[in-house]
């Protein structure tokens, strides 16, 4: 399986835009579809990213996050067990997860909602542009460095920090 970088492609820094998997697919040379043959929100095949034409905005973005990362596996979505299934979709959704969200993203939203609390989540994923299981996905998997600097930004805004 080849190696793959689950850093944001672009430097979290004022002026900068979020990570886009739409250019980020175009690229890769991978072609984006709709579809209702999909099984759930999309799947990756052959250079094709297929989505479901139900999704809302923000899942179409995250869907395309994830396919890349599997396009770039070289996944061709065959699992011999359920667990290794399960197991394999979820690295893929860390991996999308950690480009969707860099840590100075993380922390831009804590500051902008005030708060990190499980009470919280709904409205951190709408600033960040993500559904909350990614969001969750993401805040599962920070580092202890992650957490220090989340800690240490909103420090500087003068907001209490809670542990995510």
Excluded: F
């Excluded at 080849?2 to 990570?19: D, N």
């Excluded at 999704?55 to 996050?65: F, M, N, P, Q, Y």
């Excluded at 399960?86 to 500051?111: D, F, I, Q």
Aim: one cysteine or more; proline letters at 6%.
């Amino acid at each position: 399986m080849p190696s793959v970088s689950c850093v944001p492609p672009i430097a979290c820094t004022r002026g900068h835009p979020p990570y886009d998997p739409v250019a980020h697919a175009r690229r890769l040379g991978l072609t984006i579809v709709q579809s209702h043959a999909v099984d759930g929100w999309g799947d990756y095949r052959e250079g094709v990213i297929r989505l479901h034409p139900a999704l809302t905005t923000v899942e179409r973005r995250v869907t395309i996050a994830h396919e890349i990362v599997h396009h770039e596996r070289g996944d061709d979505g065959a699992y011999c067990t359920s667990w290794h299934e399960r197991r394999g979709e979820l690295r893929v959704h860390e991996c999308a997860a950690a480009r969707l969200l860099p840590v100075c993203a993380l922390a831009y939203a804590v500051r902008v909602v005030g708060d990190e609390g499980p009470s919280s989540r709904p409205a951190l994923a709408d600033v960040l542009d993500v559904d909350q299981y990614t969001l969750s996905v993401r805040l599962d998997h920070l580092t202890a460095a992650d957490h220090a600097y989340i800690r240490s930004a909103v420090r500087r805004a003068g907001l209490w920090h809670r542990a995510l």
